[in-house]
T-cell receptor, first 115, second 108 residues
Framework: EAEVAQSPRYKITEKSQAVAFWCDPI?????LYWYRQILGQGPELLVQ????????DSQLPKDRFSAERLKGVDSTLKIQPAELGDSAMYLC?????????????FGPGTRLTVT | EDKVVQSPLSLVVHEGDTVTLNCSYE??????LLWYKQEKKAPTFLFML????IEKKSGRLSSILDKKELFSILNITATQTGDSAIYLC????????FGTGTSLTVIP
């Protein structure tokens, strides 16, 4: 069964350092999402791609976060510089398309700890 | 402001009990409501609801949507310890919104 792949699974970094996460969606899924989930809260959408284009990045802290999906397949989320408050689970999800309701399939997530 | 609110925030029950989890929403251009189960990993999809009054059922889990009163419920009958998890609801509309989840603990 196809799955969303993410790496690394765990990352510990010091504040002010740069960190990057990678996501490979299910083959054929045009829409890719990055979420941040702080312990005890629901996932918060950071950025949504349709193919290689950003559809929604209204909740992305653009002063330190960036995301790209250059060829419309895999994607990278970067934080520079990392802050203590960035400690969270970063989830990537994909779905078939943008139009109409549809379930998202989540990757295993990257647990980030900033010290 | 769009929002998705789940209740209760946490729940502890004994095996065999029946539980009802609630999700209310106020979102712009609502299209669907989804339920997910999250254990110590990423959320896994349970149900997608788009029409009022039509129950979706999978084993001991069932869910229904009320688009007039803007809420959904997730029922779990004959609970088992493996049902212990956080249950998240999410809505699609202008954006994809998750609620904060209900933490369910089933004790033997």
């Amino acid at each position: 069964e196809a799955e969303v792949a993410q790496s690394p699974r765990y990352k510990i970094t010091e504040k002010s350092q740069a960190v990057a996460f990678w996501c490979d969606p299910i083959s054929g899924h045009a829409t890719l999402y990055w979420y941040r989930q702080i312990l005890g809260q629901g996932p918060e959408l950071l950025v949504q791609f349709q193919d290689e284009s950003v559809v929604d990045d209204s909740q992305l802290p653009k002063d330190r976060f960036s995301a790209e999906r250059l060829k419309g397949v895999d994607s990278t989320l970067k934080i520079q510089p990392a802050e203590l408050g960035d400690s969270a689970m970063y989830l990537c999800a994909s779905s078939r398309g943008l139009a109409g309701p549809g379930e998202q399939y989540f990757g295993p997530g990257t647990r980030l700890t900033v010290t | 402001e769009d929002k998705v609110v789940q209740s209760p925030l946490s729940l502890v029950v004994h095996e065999g009990d029946t539980v009802t989890l609630n999700c209310s929403y106020e979102v712009t251009n609502f299209r669907s409501l989804l339920w997910y189960k999250q254990e110590k990993k990423a959320p896994t999809f349970l149900f997608m609801l788009t029409s009022s009054g039509i129950e979706k059922k999978s084993g001991r889990l069932s869910s229904i949507l009320d688009k007039k009163e803007l809420f959904s419920i997730l029922n779990i009958t004959a609970t088992q310890t493996g049902d212990s998890a956080i249950y998240l609801c999410a809505t699609t509309g202008n954006q994809f919104y998750f609620g904060t989840g209900t933490s369910l603990t089933v004790i033997p």
